[in-house]
T-cell receptor
Framework: GAGVSQSPSNKVTEKGKDVELRCDPI?????LYWYRQRLGQGLEFLIY????????KSGLPSDRFSAERTGESVSTLTIQRTQQEDSAVYLC??????????FGPGTRLTVT | GIQVEQSPPDLILQEGANSTLRCNFS?????LQWFHQNPWGQLINLFY???GTKQNGRLSATTVATERYSLLYISSSQTTDSGVYFC???????????FGRGTSLIVHP
């Protein structure tokens, strides 16, 4: 079946602009995660959604970052007033009942 | 939060060699996974293995939860095994996996 998809695959934006990244999880997966990976680094947790529960936002680095999820489907990650340190690959993963994670291909964000 | 340490940080092999990657963690776990990130950046889930042993082709993994470590074995390595291998663990009431820093593997033909 279809895996996790993310769009856009690449995004170049000017410092100070807002960006919106999209994630389509695997159908039926109740949990959805956003991670960030800076060049040559490991994965940094951002936010976690599980069903209709309140999201765990403990990893969001600043109030410029926010995310939404509609039911158990699409999620969007929004970064306002982008800064150069926001440049990274943003990875989305989904799982069934918060167990085995399946990752999407990521969105590479470059802030100039 | 839980600490995850992977070793070695870097590994270079000739095709056909075997290797063992290690993941140590600082607390009891409810969730442990191994991932391979290929040179194009895609993360592939290799194993979901909070305890016990699993095998998939040339790869196998063992988690000894009571001693707080997991091992990933790669046998008869191939150039396509190159990339970064990550261990990710969740502990306590959290189902948010914490990732280690990874082991970077290069397999030469």
């Amino acid at each position: 079946g279809a895996g996790v998809s993310q769009s856009p695959s690449n995004k170049v934006t000017e410092k100070g602009k807002d960006v919106e990244l999209r994630c389509d999880p695997i159908s039926g997966h109740t949990a959805l995660y956003w991670y960030r990976q800076r060049l040559g680094q490991g994965l940094e947790f951002l936010i976690y959604f599980q069903g209709n529960s309140a999201p765990d936002k403990s990893g969001l680095p600043s109030d410029r970052f926010s995310a939404e999820r509609t039911g158990e489907s699409v999620s969007t990650l929004t970064i306002q007033r982008t800064q150069q340190e926001d440049s990274a690959v943003y990875l989305c993963a989904s799982s069934l009942e918060s167990r085995r994670l399946d990752f999407g291909p990521g969105t590479r964000l470059t802030v100039t | 939060g839980i600490q995850v340490e992977q070793s070695p940080p870097d590994l270079i092999l000739q095709e056909g060699a075997n290797s063992t990657l290690r993941c140590n963690f600082s607390d009891s776990v409810n969730n442990l996974q191994w991932f391979h990130q290929n040179p194009w950046g895609q993360l592939i889930n290799l194993f979901y293995i909070p305890s016990g042993t699993k095998q998939n082709g040339r790869l196998s993994a063992t988690t000894v939860a009571t001693e707080r470590y997991s091992l990933l074995y790669i046998s008869s390595s191939q150039t396509t095994d190159s990339g970064v291998y990550f261990c990710a663990v969740g502990s306590g009431g959290s189902y948010i996996p914490t990732f280690g820093r990874g082991t970077s593997l290069i397999v030469h033909p």
